[in-house]
């Protein structure tokens, strides 16, 4: 079971438009919608952004959103704000009871 | 609303067991709809699933971590808890307990989050 892979980094202008990525596997992302997405600031937690691919939890902005290509997953964040600098992490079902966290990116707000 | 909260040491010899424990308040942890987990994260890296448990005992736990973890509950003090046997270095991190919607595949509460040394 190998962590999911993410670019380290993503940068932005506020306004702009970014997309993380997460590449798993066919056993884990390619097989399931069960790909969330959480942002984790500075010595917090992480928060649920997104859910099964591209649901999103009451109360996170529309500007987040998700999607799945293959053994491919992606979050979109629209109309950047400096509120979203933090790090970001996608997360799979990898079959068997078992879930599998991605590396991290790191969202920088220019 | 539903809060979780990490209690346990923060400093652990090598070779010995870390132990944690997780405080469900605001929820019942008997719930049929939700299973419950920890996930940590060393300083500076990411996060790492380390295994979940459902409130009739049923353990489900990280292959790469399976043989040193133990994850047991107790519904009648709403508690869930984490052992980890034979640690070293390694095994420093921010320890998280969460909450799993299973069926949706995701961690939608999680607790602030403790500190756990492992040094000499």
């Known amino acids: 079971q190998s962590a999911l892979t993410q670019p380290a980094s993503v940068s932005g202008s506020p306004g702009q438009s970014i997309t993380i990525s997460c590449t798993g596997t066919s056993s884990d992302v390619g097989s399931y919608n069960l790909v969330s997405w959480y942002q984790q600031h500075p010595g917090k937690a992480p928060k649920l952004m997104i859910y099964e691919v591209s649901k999103r939890p009451s109360g996170v902005s529309n500007r987040f959103s998700g999607s799945k290509s293959g053994n491919t997953a992606s979050l979109t964040i629209s109309g950047l704000q400096a509120e979203d600098e933090a790090d970001y992490y996608c997360?799979?079902?990898?079959?068997?009871?078992?879930?599998?966290f991605g590396t991290g990116t790191k969202v920088t707000v220019l | 609303q539903l809060q979780l909260q990490e209690s346990g040491p923060g400093l652990v010899k090598p070779s010995e067991t870390l132990s944690l424990t997780c405080t469900v308040s605001?929820?019942?942890?008997?719930?049929?709809?939700?299973?419950w987990g920890w996930i940590r994260q060393p300083p500076g890296k990411g996060l790492e699933w380390i295994g979940s448990?459902?409130?009739?005992?049923?353990?489900y736990y990280n292959p790469s971590l399976k043989s040193r973890v133990t994850i047991s509950v107790d519904t009648s003090k709403n508690q869930f808890s984490l052992k980890l046997s034979s640690v070293t270095a390694a095994d420093t991190a921010v320890y998280y307990c969460?909450?799993?919607?299973?069926?949706?595949?995701?961690?939608?509460?999680w607790g602030q989050g403790t500190l756990v040394t492992v040094s000499s």
């Open positions: 997360c799979s079902y990898a079959g068997s009871s078992t879930w599998v």
């Open positions: 448990i459902y409130y009739s005992g049923s353990t």
């Open positions: 605001g929820g019942s942890i008997s719930s049929s709809s939700y299973y």
């Open positions: 969460a909450r799993l919607f299973w069926v949706s595949g995701r961690f939608d509460y």
